[in-house]
């Protein structure tokens, strides 16, 4: 055991993971479950109990409306009971106080959710994942405007050899200070329109020590796999950076000298061009790219101790400097939405090419990778506990749609076979489906588990 892990602070890490884990997932399927309460009540529709947690009551107490309004002992999450989620042609109910079976009377089917409209039913069942992507985006929105977004300063400290940038003539150090005549606060300035306009040449107006130079340069057009298996077409590319930590495990040769799987070789190597210009190798995409460098020597100190935390990667700048800008309402809610429709693109895209096995990316985890990314969240700080519950939240409205029966996504194939066919799906055919569908998703969650397992033991 590494000396600086003592077991009280290995039980605190623990406790403080565990504790960020449960009231993230916890938070994340209450809110998805209040927004099918809402959708409910806006229809008329009575809820018999809104839970958080399972198991059995701690606590309770029934509005005016008839709602239960409960605490549970297990407190992972919540659910919503809609009352009179039964077959129309026999709505039948089991009373609890009688213990036995009985019809619903005129007043309750006025208020069960059986007797609403299809696509009353099919909001309700839409209004959960809707409402994640509405408490991913205001989180979102929020974390902007109180903490900002990472600024990237506008100094090149790498360099893709034989591309734009390299041949334009730009070195090592330069700043940005103008791209055709608007001033540069931000790399991503320069990215987002390089990325979109790769036919036109730009004017560069640049700080190159004391002197102030103006540079031409056109983008390269690129169509790439990126490294998760998803295609990416019709974008421009540069070929420069403002870099901040390479690990070592992606470099693939230092000076033309291969490394690859070889962590101990590159980080010698590394240790001896430290402050100098050195070609390093390695996947932005699908394809390898050798970029200039340097790696400074005072943010690399960490590399000749094999307990530190950060021995695995080596940094070109210092990430405890990185500057964060304050976003106003409409810009922070702009971005925020903007960052989650890439979002859902991406998870969608990763979902396609899992689908087709072409990527290393490990297709499922279970609790413990939750737990793991929750960890390096608290980590990091708070900006980054709150990005993990939008991650968390988005994934849960995702999950939530895929067509599988217990999902939301499930019931909604159902009411969408019934708007286009008018007849309801069987009860004895859901039943089916749950069945298969309740094997099928514990099956997933198994082997999730036991791949966290083997992971861990392999570690």
């Given amino acids: 055991m590494p000396a600086h892990l003592t077991l009280a602070k290995i039980a605190f890490l623990i406790f403080s993971y565990g504790i960020v884990t449960v009231l993230s997932i916890a938070l994340v399927i209450i809110i998805h479950e209040f927004g099918h309460y809402l959708a409910a009540r806006i229809f008329g529709i009575r809820i018999t109990r809104f839970s958080l947690g399972f198991g059995k009551e701690l606590w309770g107490k029934t509005d005016r409306l008839g709602t239960r309004w409960s605490v549970s002992r297990i407190p992972v999450g919540g ?48 209004a959960g994942p809707a409402i994640n992507i509405v408490l991913a985006l205001s989180l979102l929105a929020f974390l902007y405007m109180l903490h900002g977004i990472q600024k990237m300063p506008p100094i090149i400290n790498s360099i893709a050899i034989g591309k734009a940038a390299d041949e334009a003539g730009f070195k090592l150090g330069d700043r940005l200070l103008k791209m055709d005549g608007r001033p540069v606060s931000d790399m991503e300035d320069i990215y987002d ?35 998760k298996g ?41 240790k001896q061009k430290l402050g100098q210009p050195v070609d390093i190798e390695f996947n932005l995409t699908d394809e390898s790219d050798v970029f200039r460098t340097i790696f400074p020597k005072e943010l690399n100190h960490h590399l000749d101790n094999p307990e530190d935390e950060y021995y695995d ?18 810009e922070a809610f702009s971005k925020a939405a903007s960052q989650i429709w890439t979002g859902l693109q991406e998870t969608v895209g990763l979902f396609r090419v899992l689908y087709k096995g072409k990527t290393d990316e490990k297709p499922i ?47 909604l ?24 569908a309740l094997v099928f998703m514990g099956g997933i969650m198994i082997i999730a588990n036991l791949i966290d397992l083997i992971d861990f033991l392999n570690d």
């Fill in 230 to 270: 998803r295609k990416v077409e019709n974008r421009g590319r540069s070929g420069m950076l403002n870099g901040t930590v390479v690990f070592l495990k992606d470099i693939i040769s230092i000076n033309n000298v291969p490394t690859k799987d070889n962590l101990d070789f590159a980080r010698e190597l590394l």
């Fill in 365 to 411: 985890g279970g609790v413990a990778v939750v737990a793991k990314y929750a960890g390096n969240s608290v980590k990091e700080g708070w900006p980054n506990v709150v990005v993990f519950v939008v991650i968390l939240s988005i994934g849960i409205a995702l999950i939530n749609l895929l067509p599988i029966p217990l999902l939301d996504g499930g019931f």
């Fill in 313 to 330: 990667r080596i940094f070109i700048r210092d990430t405890s400097t990185i500057e964060y800008k304050r976003l106003g309402p409409i």
């Fill in 193 to 227: 329109i390089t990325s979109k306009d790769w036919i036109n040449p730009h004017k560069y107006t640049v700080q190159r020590n004391n002197k102030i130079l103006t540079i031409m340069m056109t983008a390269r057009e690129i169509d790439f796999t990126d490294r």
């Fill in 413 to 436: 194939i159902f009411l969408i076979y019934e708007a286009f066919t008018g007849r309801r799906v069987s009860p004895r055919v859901q039943t089916y489906a749950f069945a298969i």
């Fill in 79 to 126: 659910y919503t009971e809609i009352f009179g989620d039964v077959d129309p042609d026999k709505p039948v109910i089991w009373d609890t106080e009688n213990q036995c079976e009985r019809h619903l009377t005129e007043d309750e089917l006025k208020v069960a959710f059986c007797t609403k409209k299809v696509w009353q039913r099919m909001v309700v069942v839409m």
